[in-house]
T-cell receptor
Framework: SQKIEQNSEALNIQEGKTATLTCNYT??????LQWYRQDPGRGPVFLLL?????KEKRKERLKVTFDTTLKQSLFHITASQPADSATYLC?????????????FGQGTTLQVKP | DADVTQTPRNRITKTGKRIMLECSQT?????MYWYRQDPGLGLRLIYY???????NKGEISDGYSVSRQAQAKFSLSLESAIPNQTALYFC????????????FGPGTRLTVL
């Protein structure tokens, strides 16, 4: 079965530093990977999508990479701020095509200290 | 106004009771989903529907049922609630086109005693 794994340990960094979160997947490369942000007690909010044929995607201070050799996506937040503190979820399409469903990782909690 | 709403937001019930969680959306999306979230386990798909006449089981459908009453409404039922169904439940929607970016409701916190 397709799996997606994120580091369950919380990531603590100092304000202004770059936060890097990791998402690893198994078996087939997905058609795309998505990243969501979730604040405590709230629903996840979509941030970025990266397709299989894209190496890198940027949006403001966010950058996502997709390495099909390592079966890994990295999510970077540059110049991090305390307001970036949240849990970040990675999600993949179940297979190599877009079937409409998503499989989510368990999320990594980021804490940015002032 | 929120695009995806869920009712109730919190519910405490007893073992054996029937519970219905409701979801409504104003995004005009055909696709709707029900997930549950447990600490350390992430989001797991319970049921999904790609249009009004389509219902599909997800990863953990046992003990749950759903009804798609209209394009905008998708309800989740627990016919006989048990304590291990205590969790945070989310409804989500997505458009048929695109890459399935999902839009989530605020969640329902369900406690089964």
């Amino acid at each position: 079965s397709q799996k997606i794994e994120q580091n369950s340990e919380a990531l603590n960094i100092q304000e202004g530093k770059t936060a890097t979160l990791t998402c690893n997947y198994t078996n087939y490369s997905p058609a795309y990977l998505q990243w969501y942000r979730q604040d405590p007690g709230r629903g996840p909010v979509f941030l970025l999508l990266i397709r299989e044929n894209e190496k890198e995607k940027r949006k403001e201070r966010l950058k996502v990479t997709f390495d099909t050799t390592l079966k890994q996506s990295l999510f970077h937040i540059t110049a991090s701020q305390p307001a970036d503190s949240a849990t970040y979820l990675c999600a993949r399409a179940p297979g190599s095509s877009n079937t409409g469903k998503l499989i989510f990782g368990q999320g990594t909690t980021l804490q940015v200290k002032p | 106004d929120a695009d995806v709403t869920q009712t109730p937001r919190n519910r405490i019930t007893k073992t054996g009771k029937r519970i219905m969680l409701e979801c409504s959306q104003t995004k005009g999306h055909d696709r709707m989903y029900w997930y549950r979230q447990d600490p350390g386990l992430g989001l797991r798909l319970i049921y999904y529907s790609f249009d009004v006449k389509d219902i599909n089981k997800g990863e953990i459908s046992d003990g749950y049922s759903v009804s798609r009453q209209a394009q905008a409404k998708f309800s989740l039922s627990l016919e006989s609630a048990i304590p291990n169904q205590t969790a945070l439940y989310f409804c989500a929607t997505s458009a048929t086109s695109g890459h399935n970016e999902q839009f989530f409701g605020p969640g329902t916190r369900l406690t089964v005693l």
